[in-house]
């Protein structure tokens, strides 16, 4: 089997954003809002200031009181979207459960929409227009096209339908002429459609969810899942579990080590692009 690296990928673009990044002058700053309270929204939150220190680029943090309410977020992001020194907004995520996600989601200046999140932003990806692309999402095309996998004419498998990698790649694949299939929990038969798969992108979120399931012996899976298993990172697929002579010729992408490792580089390039418009 052949590993795709997530690190080449990253390392090729990185040299790339850095000779961009590198005579520019940020004279605006990026807003992260955090909540300090929420274990997971803290990490995102501390994980979007790391990538962004590394090139230099300048924030702030907002942080949220322990509760709050869509009106105390909506005023937050009213007064940053009409605020002239700010080019991008952060949002905690997740989100806490009382909150209308995409409420707040589209209170935001689709022009300081970093993450390609806004109902606006996915609609841009509809049409073509890749300037502001979820993050996860375009690591998945990056890979893909950083190790030459051909994508037009592919049979392409799609098992997820989230707004940061299913739907926005339903449109960056076609635009590249693949076949596109999108399965979920509803789909009937999903061993079939995997089976038939030239390239299967997966975010599940199910350890060994590819056990005792066929794939193509020429194919390539995108791991896109986070899952824990003993303590350990693992993603949806176990490259173990697949006969290595049969499956000489499978790619995969590793976790950890695959699509993690190329999505905030590709933040970046979102928010070089945002200061670019």
């Known amino acids: 089997m052949v590993e795709l690296s997530g690190d080449e990928v990253k390392r090729f673009f990185e040299n790339q954003f850095i000779?961009?990044?590198?005579?520019?002058?940020?004279?605006?700053?990026i807003i992260i809002i955090e909540n300090p309270y929420d274990k997971s929204a803290a990490s995102y939150a501390k994980s979007k200031k790391k990538i962004l220190e590394s090139f230099n680029i300048p924030y702030e943090i907002e942080s949220l009181p322990e509760v709050y309410d869509n009106e105390y977020l909506l005023k937050k992001i009213i007064r940053f979207n009409e605020d002239l020194s700010v080019t991008g907004i952060f949002l905690p995520m997740p989100l806490g459960k009382n909150i209308d996600q995409r409420l707040i989601i589209d209170s935001i200046d689709p022009s300081k929409d970093?993450?390609?999140?806004?109902?606006?932003s996915l609609g841009k990806i509809m049409i073509g227009d890749e300037t502001i692309v979820p993050?996860?999402?375009?690591?998945?095309?990056?890979?893909?096209?950083?190790?030459?996998?051909?994508?037009?004419?592919?049979?392409?498998?799609?098992?997820?339908?989230?707004l940061i990698i299913g739907k926005p790649?339903?449109?960056l694949l076609l635009k590249r002429n693949a076949t596109v299939t999108?399965?979920?929990?509803?789909?009937?038969e999903i061993e079939k459609h995997i089976k038939?798969?030239?390239?299967?992108?997966?975010?599940?979120?199910?350890?060994?969810?590819?056990?005792?399931?066929?794939?193509?012996?020429?194919?390539?899976?995108?791991?896109a899942s986070i899952n824990f298993e003993n303590g350990?990172?693992?993603?949806?697929?176990?490259?173990?579990?697949?006969?290595q002579e049969l499956y000489n010729n499978f790619k995969y992408t590793p976790v950890p080590g695959g699509v993690g490792v190329v999505t905030n580089i590709m933040l970046?390039?979102?928010?070089?692009?945002?200061?670019?418009l």
């Open 196 to 223: 038939e798969a030239d390239i299967v992108i997966s975010g599940v979120g199910r350890a060994h969810f590819f056990d005792n399931k066929e794939l193509k012996r020429d194919g390539t899976l995108i791991d």
């Open 268 to 276: 970046i390039r979102n928010i070089l692009n945002a200061f670019e």
């Open 19 to 29: 000779t961009r990044a590198k005579d520019r002058k940020f004279d605006k700053k």
């Open 135 to 162: 993050p996860t999402a375009m690591s998945i095309i990056s890979i893909l096209e950083f190790y030459k996998i051909p994508i037009e004419s592919a049979n392409t498998v799609i098992i997820n339908r989230s």
């Open 232 to 243: 350990k990172m693992i993603g949806d697929f176990c490259p173990q579990n697949l006969n």
């Open 169 to 171: 790649l339903i449109f």
């Open 182 to 188: 999108i399965c979920h929990t509803k789909t009937k």
């Open 114 to 120: 970093i993450e390609g999140i806004t109902s606006a």
